[in-house]
T-cell receptor, first 114, second 114 residues
Framework: EAQVTQNPRYLITVTGKKLTVTCSQNMNHEYMSWYRQDPGLGLRQIYYSMNVEVTDKGDVPEGYKVSRKEKRNFPLILESPSPNQTSLYFC?????????????FGPGTRLTVT | GNSVTQMEGPVTLSEEAFLTINCTYTATGYPSLFWYVQYPGEGLQLLLKATKADDKGSNKGFEATYRKETTSFHLEKGSVQVSDSAVYFCALSDPTSGGFKTIFGAGTRLFVKA
């Protein structure tokens, strides 16, 4: 089954404790992206990657890091989480092959930083 | 810059009522337009799309027409069901980034009462 998986689905942590949210896709997509969803703000892009070893900042990259060492994986790293990073996070992937760039989303990770 | 504006929610309807969710966009070039739906506790999934002016996207009884002259992509359904209760996001693929960057509206929550 074609899918994007994220782990963990729920995470409660404390300020300053480094964490990683994993994302993996099995569709051989070139493009992957991380978003955060906050009430009234919709989805805002954090980082995106156009292929292995190619990443770039989205609209709200501060406080986040990413890496793309393999095509299927795109982890999101919070080196020193703060309460304002409490949010719902989504990973997504897409491929330019169909030229419409529709995205496939993971189920989301709800992060709470206390 | 490029942007998407959609009507604020929540929208509350009775079953079998007609639905319209307005969406307008600002973009240079010729973006692809999308409607995504998010059911409670899940990630976003593509509902329908249109890739050029005057195209009509349709799926599960929902429709939207790409209107370049009014820069709009309004979502409609003739008869909503309780199971349509969800958050709906209008989105465009940003042509200035080669189509890789997707810009989302803030989302419109729909409640359908039995």
């Amino acid at each position: 089954e074609a899918q994007v998986t994220q782990n963990p689905r729920y995470l409660i942590t404390v300020t300053g404790k480094k964490l990683t949210v994993t994302c993996s896709q099995n569709m051989n997509h070139e493009y992957m992206s991380w978003y955060r969803q906050d009430p009234g703000l919709g989805l805002r892009q954090i980082y995106y990657s156009m292929n292995v070893e190619v990443t770039d900042k989205g609209d709200v990259p501060e406080g986040y890091k990413v890496s793309r060492k393999e095509k299927r994986n795109f982890p999101l790293i919070l080196e020193s989480p703060s309460p304002n990073q409490t949010s719902l996070y989504f990973c997504a992937s897409s491929s330019p092959g169909r030229s419409s760039y529709e995205q496939y989303f993971g189920p989301g990770t709800r992060l709470t930083v206390t | 810059g490029n942007s998407v504006t959609q009507m604020e929610g929540p929208v509350t309807l009775s079953e079998e009522a007609f639905l319209t969710i307005n969406c307008t966009y600002t973009a240079t070039g010729y973006p692809s337009l999308f409607w995504y739906v998010q059911y409670p506790g899940e990630g976003l999934q593509l509902l329908l799309k249109a890739t050029k002016a005057d195209d009509k996207g349709s799926n599960k009884g929902f429709e939207a027409t790409y209107r370049k002259e009014t820069t709009s992509f309004h979502l409609e359904k003739g008869s909503v069901q309780v199971s349509d209760s969800a958050v709906y996001f209008c989105a465009l693929s940003d042509p200035t980034s080669g189509g890789f960057k997707t810009i989302f509206g803030a989302g419109t929550r729909l409640f359908v009462k039995a």
